[in-house]
């Protein structure tokens, strides 16, 4: 399925949608190019065109297959009904929408291939600095053409992204309280594009997620599976696209790193 033809396929459309509609307005966005889209969240105009593009492109590529944009699902939330498709591509056009948006780094386009729910291909472009992190299901992980293999960080106590923004008061609290003093606490990035690849890289050991969107996680979720390391539900079970509004997702580097933050976040249950 995901040969190294599509690969190329899908990359060069991802860096069309970046050169076109992206890099063009960074640091150049007029206060009306910004619209609030919920709380803490904001949408600009390059989302909208960089999904014009890699919607198009992709239904080029694979016409059967249906295409779920961020943005066309926050405009028609039914469509994520075809998140389970027999063949859906799941579009993230500007990760980092609200770094981009105040002028900094990271940011980043997703692109993955699901299949019955399941993913079978991510594509992760770093707008910025170019890296290309790609995966097939059983095919292994890649960045910039090489294959990787996920490693720890090295650093003890382990190194840890929490994710709190999506958390209730109280959810947040435990994290804290229960969770964060066993780690070396870093900030995260609030660019799902930047931190599944510092997971499969050796530069954080560990993240929780609350919030399991489809367009954010599917394809890193993947490529740290891949890579060796473990992205799943807290309870164990495999992330589905089909099943994107449940919260709770853990990825670790290692399967290890995996079992014992699982077994720390089942005391707060």
Known sequence: ????????????LMREAAERAILPRYQRLAAEQIVAKAADDVVTVADGEAEAILTE???????EAAVVGEEAYHADPSLQDRLGDALCWIVDPLDGTNNFAVGKPPFGVIVSLAEKGETVGGWI???LSGRFCHAGRGQGAFVDGERIRA??????????AISLVFADPA???ALRSEIAPHYTCVDIPRCAAEQWPRLALGINDVSIFERTLAWDHAA???LLNEAGGKAARPDGRPYRV???LLPGLLGASSPALWDDL????SRLD
């Open 171 to 173: 959810r947040r609290e």
């Open 1 to 12: 399925m995901i040969d190294a033809a599509l690969t190329r396929q899908v990359e060069a």
């Open 242 to 244: 089909d099943e994107h």
């Open 57 to 63: 492109g992709l239904a080029r590529l694979l016409p």
């Open 125 to 127: 472009l770093d707008v």
């Open 151 to 160: 490693r720890p960080s090295g650093q003890e106590p382990p190194i840890a």
């Open 220 to 222: 890193g979720v993947l």
């Open 262 to 265: 699982a077994e720390r976040m």
